[in-house]
């Protein structure tokens, strides 16, 4: 399997949408779009993805002009359904539940009903693959629009351009322009022989265990990067490192880098502070404790569980789904 193939097994990896990098450049385009009769807008509140029916709630053109929603629209991309194009914005309500009441009122909605604010953790594990990577790309978006609203070179307000992909400052002297920030994190499955390592951090409850992370910094390599990592932790030095998929996380906004490598030694020492327990497991171990509860491996939304399952499935010939508890962590 090719790294692009094993990325898109990855929640939050799909790209249901056209991002239209050529015509956003383009002001009229732009301002026809927002005025097409069949765009869609994807409503969030801050972090929270605004759910109708437990589903996103996903306005019509008619429905947005009902409200008065104060946040610019942030063109996501173009949407092609039989063969018809039509805009996908996200629209950002602080306060859904007066923003939003004129839909209740003209009947769009039913009268009981309320919209609930969902983070997006909660929600993903019941949305597809599509949906789930398309309210990512939305949260990490309306994250910077709402996080970063003036200019890091001079303090003037920003404003949103090329439909909210990039933010320019207002000042004439100064037209700086800011891109969304997205932090690089490196996630590493070693293995030494037929063992896997799996640590927990001092910060999780007990028995939840998964593979190392940890974020990139300034002028390293991402294989610097997990070398570094992986000894600051637990003091192994590692070889053979090779990448494997990579996925968004939208948790405010990293990108994760998954990465193997192998182990050279494998007495470890841990960090202080940071990794609680470690251990050293071959994949019967492994099975035998998630089924004894000793051990809670990572829910399928993150990318770890893909670093262990296919660790898992060549070992075995199963998938570690098969022993996931029905209550997995999210983390
Ligand atoms: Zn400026």
Not at 142 to 166: A, M, Y
Not at 246 to 272: C, H, K, R, V
């Amino acid at each position: 399997m090719d790294h692009h193939s094993r990325s898109l097994l990855n929640t939050f990896s799909a790209q249901p949408l056209d991002r239209a990098a050529h015509q956003r450049k383009d002001k009229r385009w732009l301002a026809e779009q927002e005025e097409h009769p069949n765009a869609r807008f994807l409503v969030l509140n801050n972090h929270n993805i605004v759910t109708d029916k437990n589903r996103p709630l996903i306005l019509s053109q008619a429905q947005r002009q009902q409200i008065d929603i104060a946040s610019t629209p942030g063109l996501l991309g173009l949407s092609v359904e039989n063969a018809q194009a039509y805009p996908v914005y996200k629209i950002n309500s602080q306060q859904p539940d007066i923003e939003l009441a004129p839909l209740l009122k003209a009947g769009e909605f039913a009268d009981t009903q309320q919209f609930d604010a969902v983070p997006l953790r909660k929600l993903a594990p019941h949305l597809d693959n599509t949906m789930a990577s398309m309210c990512a790309y939305a949260s990490v978006l309306n994250h910077w629009h709402e996080t970063t609203r003036f200019c890091t070179r001079c303090g003037t307000g920003l404003q949103q351009k090329e439909g909210g992909l990039i933010q320019q400052c207002n000042s004439e002297d100064c037209r700086h322009i800011e891109f969304p920030r997205i932090n690089s994190a490196v996630i590493m499955r070693i293995t030494h022989s037929d063992k896997i390592l799996l640590a927990r951090q001092d910060t999780w409850p007990e028995r939840r265990f998964s593979v190392l992370a940890g974020f990139v910094e300034v002028g390293e390599t991402l294989e610097s990067a997990v070398q570094r990592e992986v000894y600051e932790e637990v003091k192994i030095r590692v070889e053979n490192i090779q990448y494997q998929s990579s996925q968004p996380w939208p948790f405010p906004n990293s990108l994760m880098l998954g990465y193997s490598a192998e182990a050279i030694n494998t007495d470890f020492e841990l960090e202080q502070d940071d990794i609680a327990e470690a251990l050293w497991l071959t994949a019967d171990e492994l099975r035998k404790k998630i089924l004894g509860g000793c051990i809670i491996p990572p829910s399928n939304l993150s990318i770890s569980y893909q670093l262990i399952n296919d660790w898992f499935a060549v070992q075995t010939g199963q998938m570690l789904s098969e022993y996931q508890p029905s209550s997995a962590w999210q983390d």
